[in-house]
């Protein structure tokens, strides 16, 4: 189990690269993941409509693909999916691209628990009544999002920041 919790990235990655069969996609899958879920997303070959299609045929012809990739590779999936999720302890989602298009499927959602002040439960509440937002929870998600987006290069730069607080880490001394 302690193997488990402490999964390399690089490890996870490696593990699916070589598990994924070499003709599913065009090039190495992209394997990123957290406490709870790895999620993997291949590049599939694209489509041939043409070059006088419109861009909406082109939409449909990729999400097209992928659906028709998603549903050949089911059953492998699901086997790679168990056999990650006996290893890593983590569920396994999938995506693939097609072109321009990019479609997850399979997501782990989870549910998350904070406590909010008035200020910022007011701030959700007006996103609701706007219609921007289905509800609260949707709310949270949606500027989540919105961070995640607009805030990227600071978000990267405390992600390479805790990548040098875990290297250091390992190379400390071991606790028994």
Not at 40 to 64: F, H, K, M, N, Q
Not at 69 to 96: C, L, N, P, Y
Request: charged share 30%; proline share 3%.
């Amino acid at each position: 189990m302690h193997r488990k919790r402490h999964a390399t990235e690089e490890g996870i990655t490696g593990w699916f690269v070589g598990r994924v069969p070499g003709d599913w996609f065009t090039e190495t899958p992209e394997v990123s993941y957290d406490r709870e879920e790895i999620l993997v997303v291949g590049r599939l070959e694209d489509v041939a409509v043409g070059d006088d299609a419109s861009e909406s045929t082109r939409a449909a012809a990729r999400s097209g693909r992928i659906k028709q990739h998603r549903e050949a590779t089911r059953e492998e999936r699901m086997r790679i999916d168990r056999e990650a999720q006996h290893r890593f302890g983590k569920k396994v989602s999938w995506g693939a691209e097609c072109g321009d298009v990019r479609e997850l499927f399979t997501t782990v959602s989870l549910p998350m628990m904070t406590r909010l002040r008035m200020p910022e439960r007011q701030v959700l509440d007006t996103l609701v009544e706007a219609g921007v937002a289905r509800s609260r929870s949707h709310a949270l998600a949606w500027c989540v999002r919105l961070v995640a987006e607009n805030q990227s290069e600071w978000i990267e730069g405390l992600r390479q920041a805790l990548t040098g607080v875990e290297r250091a880490r390992a190379g400390g001394p071991t606790v028994v």
